[in-house]
């Protein structure tokens, strides 16, 4: 029992770790957001220069929807851009911008985590499926059919893994827009460190989600094993 204790205390450590990280990235957003971009240029402008500083023609910038829904899918060849970042002069929006252009060059380079991270996409979407139906039967059938919680781990084994291969893809995206805003003189100084500052919030929404899973894998774990 005391290793339930254990993880309900962890898990509700890392639940509120996990809003509080995205209170702050919310926040660093809105704050660099007002932060205007000496350069002038727009999200969308700052990510069509990074891909042309780097010989990628072959990528394509749209206007996405919503809020932080900024994206780049490899297999479409499109970096896509939320409204307040593809429109935006400001700070935070050259930093989402090159971030995203710099999963484009991860891609051309064939960076090894972005292509092993690619090829996990469809493993992933099926996993992500079954563990929502198989983890309530899991637990409903815990001593009756152990054997599903068998499956049920399998499958958060494969999103948990996929989480921490998602963090140095996160990672080197992020180093990469911040060595090119630097050199290019798009964003130095100030408004260098307050890219740096907001990536580095984007990037902790990855690593508690990562945490978060591995949580639950290895609660999962332990539940099984006392079941035996």
């Not at 563990?131 to 152990?146: K, V």
């Not at 068998?150 to 921490?164: K, P, Y």
Request: glycine share 6%; aromatic share 10%; net charge neutral.
């Amino acid at each position: 029992m005391v290793g339930y204790y254990g993880y309900y205390l962890i898990a509700g450590i890392l639940s509120m770790v996990g809003m509080w990280v995205s209170a702050r990235l919310k926040s660093k957003f809105e704050k660099y957001s007002r932060m205007p971009l000496s350069s002038g240029l727009s999200g969308a402008e700052v990510a069509a220069k990074m891909l042309r500083d780097n010989g990628i023609t072959d990528v394509k910038i749209v206007q996405g929807q919503g809020m932080l829904t900024d994206h780049y899918h490899p297999i479409k060849k499109i970096v896509s851009l939320s409204p307040e970042v593809y429109q935006g002069r400001s700070v935070a929006a050259a930093a989402v911008a090159a971030h995203e252009c710099g999963h484009a060059v991860q891609h051309a380079e064939a960076y090894a985590m972005l292509q092993l991270r690619s090829a996990l996409v469809p493993v992933v979407q099926i996993a992500a499926t079954a563990q929502q139906w198989l983890l309530i039967l899991a637990f409903m059938m815990l001593n009756t059919f152990p054997m599903l919680m068998l499956f049920a781990i399998g499958t958060f084994l494969v999103t948990t893994l996929f989480s921490f291969i998602t963090l140095p893809v996160e990672f080197d995206a992020s180093r990469r827009a911040l060595v090119w805003l630097d050199e290019s003189g798009i964003a130095a100084g100030p408004e260098h460190d307050g890219a740096k500052d907001a990536l580095w919030w984007a990037a902790m929404t990855y690593v508690a989600a990562a945490l978060s899973s591995l949580v639950m894998l290895l609660y999962m774990i332990l539940r099984y094993s006392n079941s035996r």
